[in-house]
Each structure stands twice: as structure tokens, then as C-alpha cells.
């Protein structure tokens, strides 16, 4: 496993910081029980409605940037073309984990 750089370390610690000044502000503030409900409602949704609130709380703390997602998208196009025309073979997902496994094991 890697080390976390110095600087990663402190973000992290400030991040912990923040976030346990946030949750006291609110308890203080009579809010943690509004923001349980909230988790209570999203919990009983459908796995689908679920997996859509969660995408989009992901992407407030992850914002996606276009024209990284269009440098992706080019990627995958040219993986589809190369696919298509024969220049790649396709390898069984199985087969690809096996590899980095055994590889691990070595």
C-alpha cells in the first residue's frame, strides 16, 4: 500500500476537522435529526432512486469536468472502433482478474 503524502495527510485531518465541527454545529442547532430523517427517506427508497441520490450527492463533492470526460469518451471510442474492426481481441473479465492476481501472488 502507498504512503499518503504529507499533504494529503493534513487535508485529511482538516477535512476530519471540519466535518466534526459540522456535525456538533448541528446537533447544537437541533438539525442531526432533520439530516437522519433525510437518510431514513433515502433508505427506504427503491435501489434505483437510491443509487440516482446518491450519484448526485457524489457529484457535489466530485464535480465532473467536461473536458475530462470528453478525453474518456474519445478513449472508449477508440477501444469500441478497435473492437469492431478486429484489431483488438477481447479478453473475458475473468481472465483479465485472474492475471492481476496471479501476478500478486508471484
Known sequence: MREESRETQEYGASYTADLERAVRILREEGCLMRIQDLIDEAEALPVE??????????RTLNPPESRIDEKWAEVARKRLSELRSGAVSRIPGEDVFARI????NQ
Open 49 to 58: 432512486e437510491r443509487a440516482l441520490v446518491v450519484d448526485s450527492l457524489l
Open 101 to 104: 492476481w496471479n501476478g500478486r
